[in-house]
């Protein structure tokens, strides 16, 4: 005759003290409470599923009252008439519920802010914070198309769709942002990749959209430039009456002459001159190419930093906002004094400063009689585009520092006669 099991009780529970060894108390149906030598109580559930005995940890005493102990074995042992096997029903949790865990990580927002530290090896500082931006304005924002509204931001990348991404496009273009559209679509390109090779998703949905279909065939964005010599005198002298504040006053005087990107003119730190070779070394942190550049100086623009230093408002930016001493003048001053002086986006920008360098300088190559006699790849070391072979491009910067010497030379004296009408 089987032995009937007598059924626990919470008395008989509380007054368990533990032994020299491991004993269990039953309490029927394979429920068992096992009392450890250091006084641990833990619940456990004996079954058998496909000829095999099983054990299943339910909890310890008193987290796991004796009710709730119970509760469990009842649950478990309807799963096992169902012919599921609890103890592999809980790994099988463990694994859903680690995926779900994932999904809640993995969120397009956590992601691409994995790409976006990740890239800022690949770019300039500058152009880091501006991804930065972008990423604030047009990826992580909501968007508003035709009555509806979407966000991805916080939507696991695996379940974000390409009528998200498409949604987002046309929103942007919808509001006029046509090229803005274009530049997030090869961000989310980006992304998506880094997505991939991390093997946070398995395939670059981005592939799939035709841009062409989605913003229309892009138009090439040119910067507006002005060549025509009275254009440029008129500018000139405007830029000398310029009236704002000192920094920008200075700023705006030595970028015709130096025709750098705007970020590197208003970032330029007195560490980075040097009076007595008259160079720039802009370290490649700061440079688009993420390589270090040196610039040889014109005599008008050592004139100018020389007067700066007399008047030296920053330690460390020559261009020192007239705010916070401490910091440079911003991305958008330049653009506003440009603005100002009566001169609209559409034509001017600081950057056409070195479109106007590029027309000149290669108009007046060969000439013979106003020509400078510089080579095509002068002008574009001083322009400091990335020359796509590596030997040839250590070599240039071995070799023309001299060569972009002189084109910067002649360039400041072309500048100057325009100026004064010669």
Excluded at 39 to 59: Q, T
Excluded at 102 to 125: C, D, G, L
Excluded at 170 to 181: H, I, M, P, S, V
Excluded at 241 to 263: C, E, I
């Amino acid at each position: 005759m089987a032995r009937i099991t007598e059924p626990l009780n919470d008395t008989k529970i509380r007054t368990s003290k533990p032994k020299d060894k491991e004993y269990k108390l039953f309490d029927g149906g394979g429920l068992y409470l096992s009392v450890t030598p250091k006084g641990g109580k833990w619940w456990r559930l004996k079954y058998f599923f496909n000829a095999k005995e099983n054990r299943l940890s339910l909890g310890t005493y008193p987290t796991v009252s004796l009710k709730q102990a119970r509760k469990q074995r009842d649950e478990l042992k309807e799963l096992i008439s169902q012919g599921i096997d609890p103890s592999q029903k809980r790994k099988d949790d463990k694994v859903t519920n680690q995926a779900i865990e994932a999904k809640k990580e993995n969120t397009f927002y956590n992601i691409s802010q994995k790409w976006h530290t990740s890239y800022k090896s690949n770019v300039s500082e500058n152009y880091h914070r501006k991804l930065s931006k972008a990423l604030d304005n047009y990826l992580y924002a909501t968007h508003e198309l035709n009555g509806k509204k979407l966000s991805i931001k916080d939507k696991p990348i695996d379940e974000v769709t390409r009528k998200d991404i498409i949604f987002i496009l046309e929103a942007l273009k919808d509001r006029g942002l046509q090229e803005t559209a274009n530049r997030t679509a090869v961000m989310l390109q980006q992304i998506f990749r880094y997505a991939v090779t991390h093997e946070y998703i398995p395939h670059n949905i981005i592939f799939d959209i035709d841009k062409k279909v989605v913003l229309g065939i892009r138009k090439q964005n040119n910067y507006p430039t002005i060549t025509d010599p009275k254009e440029i005198k008129n500018l000139l002298l405007a830029i000398d009456n310029y009236n704002g504040d000192y920094s920008t006053q200075k700023a705006l005087q030595v970028l015709p002459y130096l025709f750098v990107r705007n970020s590197n003119l208003r970032l330029m730190e007195w560490t980075e001159l040097d009076f007595e070779k008259n160079e720039w070394n802009i370290p490649k942190e700061k440079m688009k190419t993420k390589e270090a550049f040196i610039l040889p100086l014109p005599h008008q623009v050592v004139t100018i930093l020389k007067e700066i230093k007399e008047n030296q408002m920053s330690n460390k930016y020559v261009f020192a906002s007239s705010v916070y001493k401490d910091r440079a003048i911003s991305d958008n001053t330049l653009i506003l004094a440009l603005r100002r002086l009566g001169y609209t986006k559409e034509q001017l920008v600081p950057h056409s400063f070195r479109s106007i360098f590029s027309t000149i300088a290669n108009t007046y190559a060969n000439d013979p009689q106003k020509g400078h006699g510089y080579t095509s790849e002068v002008i574009e070391a001083l322009l400091a585009h990335k020359e796509p072979n590596k030997v040839k491009s250590a070599y240039n910067r071995a070799t023309y520092i001299e060569a972009m010497r002189g084109l910067i030379e002649w360039y400041g004296n072309y500048l100057d006669e325009v100026k004064n009408g010669k």
